[in-house]
């Protein structure tokens, strides 16, 4: 008797898995938007993690990156501008077993946003958070952000920034978050692996997801087309594994990449459903 050999599943099949199959597409990014590349990376995390989609939440607030919900086949939630973290918030505390995950840009989630994010961190919910970081405003206009580097130029800083950036990794870390990693849109095996970590720690988990917005922070600081701002990636991170071994001046001026920072810690939602549990009890 013959028989057949199941062949894999393609890498496409994959994503169109986990999409949802009555939108309409194209989506509304730019051509060559990294934002496509992190939802990829995403949907690959959460399959590799073989997570049911009844069991995932994503939510997201205002802003290009804050779109990506709109496609995927899970149990999603749009709201306010800055306000993902505090509704993803609500959503773990009432179903704790969900697993709930942030897409945020950097002025969504660091500037109107800040506040809840810290936060977050501090409690240590269990909570994981994309950082699309594409250092600019890029649905509002081209203004600069909380992480526009120094000098560099938007819409609203048309002779330079002179405001000094957050490092989100770094006030992720100093608020108490138990995981913190950082990774690129084109070193997307390797984001793809810290996403699927991220969403298995027990706690807070920031994933900065460098990303390119060549359509404004591009334009402003002559940065190049797409393929050239996310090579420019590819020689500007170094891997924080070795990052102790090099010397001061190779790691001038480039990012850390992978890993930053994990530790066990005790998660919210847990001490809170104990805490009811002891006073119940009572």
């Keep these: 008797m013959a028989t057949t050999t199941k062949k894999p599943e393609q890498p496409s099949n994959v994503v169109h898995k986990y999409l949802r199959a009555k939108k309409t597409f194209p989506h509304v990014w730019c051509s060559g938007c990294g934002i496509g590349i992190i939802l990829g990376a995403l949907i690959r995390a959460i399959d590799r993690l073989g997570l049911p989609k009844d069991d995932i939440a994503v939510l997201s607030g205002i802003g290009c990156s804050s779109r990506l919900p709109v496609y995927v086949d899970f149990n999603t939630l749009h709201t306010t501008h800055g306000r993902a973290i505090a509704?993803?918030?609500?959503?773990?505390?009432?179903?704790?077993?969900?697993?709930?995950?942030?897409?945020?840009?950097?002025?969504?989630?660091?500037?109107?946003?800040?506040?809840?994010?810290?936060?977050?961190?501090?409690?240590?919910?269990?909570?994981?958070?994309?950082?699309v970081n594409n250092h600019i405003y890029g649905m509002t206009g081209g203004q600069f952000s909380p992480t526009t580097p120094y000098t560099k130029r938007g819409s609203t800083?048309?002779?330079?920034?002179?405001?000094?950036?957050?490092?989100?990794?770094?006030?992720?870390?100093?608020?108490?978050?138990?995981?913190?990693?950082?990774?690129?849109?084109?070193?997307?095996?390797?984001?793809?692996?810290?996403?699927?970590?991220?969403?298995?720690n027990n706690g807070f988990s920031l994933i900065d997801a460098l990303s390119n917005?060549?359509?404004?922070?591009?334009?402003?600081?002559?940065?190049?087309?797409?393929?050239?701002?996310?090579?420019?990636?590819?020689?500007?991170?170094?891997?924080?594994?070795?990052?102790?071994?090099?010397?001061?001046?190779?790691?001038?001026?480039?990012?850390?990449?992978?890993?930053?920072?994990?530790?066990?810690?005790?998660?919210?939602t847990e001490n809170y459903a104990r805490l009811r549990a002891e006073l119940k009890k009572k």
């Design 87 to 131: 509704f993803a918030t609500g959503v773990k505390v009432a179903k704790p077993k969900l697993n709930v995950i942030v897409i945020t840009g950097d002025g969504d989630c660091l500037a109107i946003g800040g506040n809840h994010f810290i936060h977050a961190c501090r409690r240590n919910i269990n909570i994981t958070t994309i950082l």
């Design 213 to 268: 917005c060549h359509t404004y922070y591009g334009r402003w600081n002559k940065e190049g087309d797409p393929v050239k701002m996310i090579e420019w990636f590819k020689s500007h991170v170094v891997p924080a594994a070795t990052a102790d071994k090099m010397p001061p001046e190779k790691k001038e001026g480039k990012w850390l990449t992978g890993v930053l920072h994990q530790e066990d810690k005790p998660e919210y």
């Design 157 to 200: 800083a048309p002779y330079g920034n002179l405001e000094h950036p957050f490092d989100a990794a770094k006030l992720a870390i100093a608020a108490g978050a138990s995981y913190v990693a950082r990774g690129t849109v084109y070193h997307v095996g390797q984001l793809t692996r810290l996403i699927a970590d991220g969403i298995s």
